[in-house]
């Protein structure tokens, strides 16, 4: 016989018919016996607020954890735009940035606030191409990204309750 383990510490429950979300909750204490944290605020660097309107999806903590972490963002000047058109990518500049790790974490760290953040998603995919060969001026370009979100770092996904739209997910 054959045994698996499995742990998940973790569970969201969504749903329009709270009567079937309650029985799940039920069917799944009496087997695993979960702890109920009520309504969803906070998952996995995800903020989440609902209100009669409907409901925000932002990364704002994460955003300024992120600019933390990096040190001398949180005092910087912010911009309005995610990156300078006038610099061209792949740079002329052959100067390689020395720090590999630090530039591969920082779009790593970039990559997941795309999760609300489209308007950056190009740009954070344009520079994950230079892992391997990125040079000062990508991670120039990675920094203005950043200084961009300083300004915005509030926005996100906003998802109406008066709109016939609906999202699925497997």
Same mark, same amino acid.
């Given at each position: ?7 998940v510490n ?5 749903g329009n018919d ?13 087997t695993?016996?979960?702890?109920d944290?009520?309504?969803l ?9 609902r ?7 932002n990364?704002?903590?994460y955003a ?21 058109n ?24 970039l990559?997941?606030?795309t ?7 190009f740009f !954070?995919?344009? %520079?994950?191409? #230079?892992?391997?060969?990125h *040079?000062? =001026? &990508? ?12 300004? !915005?770092?509030? %926005?996100?996904? #906003?998802?109406s309750?008066? *709109?016939? =739209? &609906?999202?699925?997910a497997?």
């Amino acid at each position: 016989m054959n045994d698996i383990i499995l742990a998940v510490n973790d569970i969201i429950l969504a749903g329009n018919d709270k009567e079937e979300i309650v029985g799940i909750k039920e069917a799944l204490n009496k087997t695993l016996k979960i702890k109920d944290l009520g309504d969803l605020r906070y998952f996995l660097g995800l903020e989440v607020a609902r209100s009669k309107k409907g409901i925000m999806i932002n990364q704002r903590k994460y955003a300024l954890e992120l600019l933390t972490d990096v040190g001398y963002l949180l005092a910087c000047k912010p911009v309005i735009t995610p990156i300078d058109n006038l610099v061209k990518l792949p740079s002329t500049e052959s100067v390689p940035f020395k720090d590999v790790q630090a530039y591969k974490r920082l779009i790593e760290r970039l990559m997941y606030l795309t999760n609300t953040r489209s308007d950056i998603t190009f740009f !954070v995919q344009q %520079l994950s191409q #230079f892992l391997d060969k990125h *040079t000062i =001026a &990508h991670y120039n370009a990675t920094i203005r990204i950043l200084r961009f979100i300083k300004g !915005v770092s509030s %926005l996100g996904l #906003f998802f109406s309750s008066r *709109t016939s =739209a &609906h999202l699925k997910a497997f």
